[in-house]
């Protein structure tokens, strides 16, 4: 067996382990027991099974949500000659077919596959038929119904995981409360006894957090300026609707300020062109919705600006992990406006539609789906007496549907149908009322965190099951001398 240091110089270039990396692989390679990662965005979580994936006889499955990335991953993995592909819905059924042929022959180390390939019982029966030596699930929060990016695919893991002979399995995550943890282990059927947890805490000694409140637009926007020229470079700006976005990006426009915006109302063909700008850019300014982001590697951004509150502590966590991988000083600025919380408010609605809502969709969407394709969202509009032009509960169902795998196809492709059964949890007032609670729970806490006096790192490792942590120091609240 190869020597995982040796590796890491000959294959990755890199002369020394990072935080606890070696510690992970030894556990994997030496002593083949399971483990849950967690290491802030940038941290270096890959390295932690491309490397035991190297060390293996057999192949290594890697699961990850982010269709993007996996190719990037893939292609970065071949130019270092790493026998390394990926599957998922871009790729055509001829060469799905042929690259799990390949894992099977045992000629790919890896294989980066998406949840949904769970769906088809034919993906698990062929991909059992290889020697898998490790399973890595990477986003590994997803699985949990209480993270902020619950995936229904991804709770077919712990199922799939059985199916394929229950294999050394390692999961991944940058942000997972206490709670999700517990249920990444569950869902994974996973030993706590025996699985370690690995954590660096979520401590970034690099990021300036601040928060500030403004009355009006015109000081948002130039409070947003001011910020981006104390940080010159790249930086994103998050807002929660597109409409406000679009209204900033108008202005930023008018003032000749280059930029590029994502969300959800882009193809998703532009989405990968943005993305892409982005990326290979410098000091390029993107303004997103909570679309973007998910496991993107730049390590020079030098700014995360929250335009409106996000709707918790998670997702601004991990929105914010993304800014100064390169270890440089680098802001965190969340603005917080009072009307912006009846966005949230009145988002928490219609990110949670009750369970009437989603038998009328689903009724229609059986009834007519001709109609449904050839017309669009507005049909759906229509029929369900839609008059605000913010209610997006559509939009919401219709996602919430397609992760519970009920529907395939999309209303961009004219294609969308119903495949599956409603599942038990979306006619079920209770879970649904469940889920709305935890929401609110969430928005709270984000709320004292704006009000917070104290330190915000404090704050925001406590709300992560890290309670011991000395004040940062560098926060607006620290600084200012009112935290301690
Ligand atoms: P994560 O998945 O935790 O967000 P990645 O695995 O994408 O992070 O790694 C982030 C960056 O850090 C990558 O560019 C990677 O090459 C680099 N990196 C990882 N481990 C090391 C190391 N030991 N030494 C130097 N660079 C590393
Ligand atoms: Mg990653």
Not at 38 to 43: A, I, Q, S, V
Not at 323 to 352: K, V
Request: proline content about 4%.
């Amino acid at each position: 067996m190869q020597d995982p240091g040796k590796i890491l110089k000959s294959v990755f270039g890199f002369d020394s382990f990072r935080g606890k990396q070696q510690d992970i692989i030894r556990r994997l390679v030496d002593d083949q027991l399971p483990a849950l990662v967690l290491m802030p965005t940038g941290g270096g979580k890959s390295l932690c099974y491309q490397i035991p994936a190297l060390c293996f006889e057999g192949g290594t499955l890697v699961i990850s949500p982010l269709i993007a990335l996996m190719q990037d991953q893939a292609d970065a993995l071949r130019k270092r000659g790493v026998a390394a592909s990926y599957i998922n819905s871009t790729v055509s059924r001829e060469d799905r077919e042929k690259r799990v042929r390949q894992f099977i022959d045992g000629k790919l180390k890896l294989l980066y596959v998406t949840p949904e390939r769970f769906r088809k019982p034919e993906f698990a029966e062929a991909i059992r038929m290889a020697r898998i030596d490790l399973l890595a699930i990477d986003e590994a929060h997803c699985i949990s119904e209480w993270g902020h990016d619950f995936r229904p695919d991804y709770s077919r893991i712990g199922e799939f995981r059985a199916l394929i002979g229950n294999p050394l399995t390692l999961a991944l995550t940058a942000t997972a409360t206490h709670e999700v943890q517990k249920d990444i282990l569950k869902k994974l059927n996973l030993d706590p006894e025996t699985t370690r947890i690995f954590s660096d805490g979520i401590r970034r000694e690099n990021l300036k957090l601040e928060v500030a409140e403004v009355w009006d637009e015109k000081s948002r926007q130039e409070l947003i300026l001011s910020a981006r020229n104390t940080y010159p470079g790249t930086g994103i700006i998050y807002f929660s609707l597109i409409s406000t976005l679009e209204k900033f990006s108008h202005w930023l426009q008018s003032r000749g300020i280059p930029h590029l915006t994502y969300h959800g109302k882009l193809t998703d063909q532009h989405r990968k062109r943005v993305l892409r700008d982005f990326i290979s850019g410098s000091d390029s300014l993107i303004l997103a919705t909570n679309a973007f982001g998910m496991g993107i590697d730049k390590p020079d951004i030098r700014f995360v600006i929250h335009a409106e509150v996000p709707g918790s502590p998670e997702s601004y966590y991990q929105e914010t992990g993304r800014a100064g991988r390169d270890g440089n000083p680098a802001l965190c600025l969340l603005i917080y406006q009072q009307e912006d919380l009846e966005t949230q408010h009145e988002f928490l609605r219609w990110a949670n539609p009750d369970a009437g809502f989603y038998y009328r969709l689903y009724s229609l969407l059986a009834v007519s789906s001709l109609e449904v394709n050839a017309i669009g969202i507005d049909f759906l509009r229509e029929q369900l007496h839609f008059k605000s032009k913010k209610d997006f509960r559509i939009e919401t169902a219709l996602g919430i549907l397609d992760r519970f795998g009920v529907t395939a196809g999309s209303l961009e492709k004219r294609n969308l149908e119903i495949v599956a059964d409603l599942p038990e949890e979306l006619d079920d007032e209770t879970y649904l009322k469940k889920k709305l609670d935890m929401d609110r729970k969430k928005l709270y806490a984000i709320l004292s965190y704006v009000r917070e006096d104290g330190c915000r790192r404090q704050f925001l490792e406590s709300w992560f099951g890290y309670p011991d942590g000395k004040p940062c120091g560098q926060c607006d609240t620290c600084q200012s001398g009112s935290a301690g």
